[in-house]
Nanobody
Framework: QVQLDESGGGLVQAGGSLRLSCAAS????????MAWFRQAPGKEREFVAG????????YNANSVKGRFTISRDNAKSTVYLRMNSLKPEDTAVYYC??????WGPGDSYDYWGQGTQVTVSS
């Protein structure tokens, strides 16, 4: 069993930056592909970014390419999402997820965190 705990969300002005963290407990993250998803009010959950278990491959949604960067520190069992040039449309609850099958938008994920709210004001 893996428990995922997101942190780092908050209120930021458009153009600002935030760094989200996802800390795992229960098992090491080193064998899991990891991803960040988000869900805005009234919208379906969408994939944001994913990273392979060995940090050699990343996958970003078109909507965040060039602005968001996913990274991981397996020694700390933590995954990060650096978000720059934030826009009001980035406002959502952000979730991290772990998978033994991949790290892309079409993969199924075994564990999910509770989410952290990101609000971007215009």
């Amino acid at each position: 069993q893996v428990q995922l705990d997101e942190s780092g969300g908050g209120l930021v002005q458009a153009g600002g930056s935030l760094r989200l963290s996802c800390a795992a407990s229960g098992r090491t993250l080193s064998r899991y592909g990891m991803a960040w998803f988000r869900q805005a009010p009234g919208k379906e959950r969408e994939f944001v970014a994913g990273i392979s278990w060995n940090d050699r491959s990343q996958y970003n949604a078109n909507s965040v390419k060039g602005r968001f960067t996913i990274s991981r520190d397996n020694a700390k069992s933590t995954v990060y999402l650096r978000m720059n040039s934030l826009k009001p449309e980035d406002t959502a609850v952000y979730y991290c997820a772990a998978s033994t099958r991949g790290w892309g938008p079409g993969d199924s994920y075994d564990y999910w965190g509770q989410g952290t709210q990101v609000t971007v004001s215009s």
